[in-house]
Nanobody
Framework: QVRLVESGGGLVQAGGSLRLSCAAS????????MGWFRQAPGKEREFVAG????????SFGDSVKGRFTISRDNAKKTMYLQMNSPTSEDTAVYYC?????????????????WGQGTQVTVSS
């Protein structure tokens, strides 16, 4: 059973930066794509970024393109989300997830394992 734990969330000023981490245990993740999602109060879960099993292919939601980057270190079983120039619109609970396949996936139902989430609040 794969277990995912997000960290690095908190309060950040608009225009600043924040890095989220997702540490995995209980399985080998090097054969699976991974992703970050977020959910704000009253809104549906939204795809933020995804990365292929080897880190060579990435994809981003339109609202974060050019501001966020995603990376992974398979040796450390950890994935990262670097958030640059956040705005109040980025305030949400951020979740990391492991995909069912090796490539980048966007629909949430293409992910098999989820973390418990970490709150990110952007102050303006």
């Amino acid at each position: 059973q794969v277990r995912l734990v997000e960290s690095g969330g908190g309060l950040v000023q608009a225009g600043g930066s924040l890095r989220l981490s997702c540490a995995a245990s209980g399985g080998s993740l090097s054969a699976y794509g991974m992703g970050w999602f977020r959910q704000a109060p009253g809104k549906e879960r939204e795809f933020v970024a995804g990365i292929s099993y080897n880190g060579h292919i990435t994809s981003f939601g339109d609202s974060v393109k050019g501001r966020f980057t995603i990376s992974r270190d398979n040796a450390k079983k950890t994935m990262y989300l670097q958030m640059n120039s956040p705005t109040s619109e980025d305030t949400a609970v951020y979740y990391c997830a492991v995909a069912q396949g090796i490539w980048v996936e966007e629909p949430p139902d293409r992910y098999a394992y989820w973390g418990q989430g970490t709150q990110v609040t952007v102050s303006s």
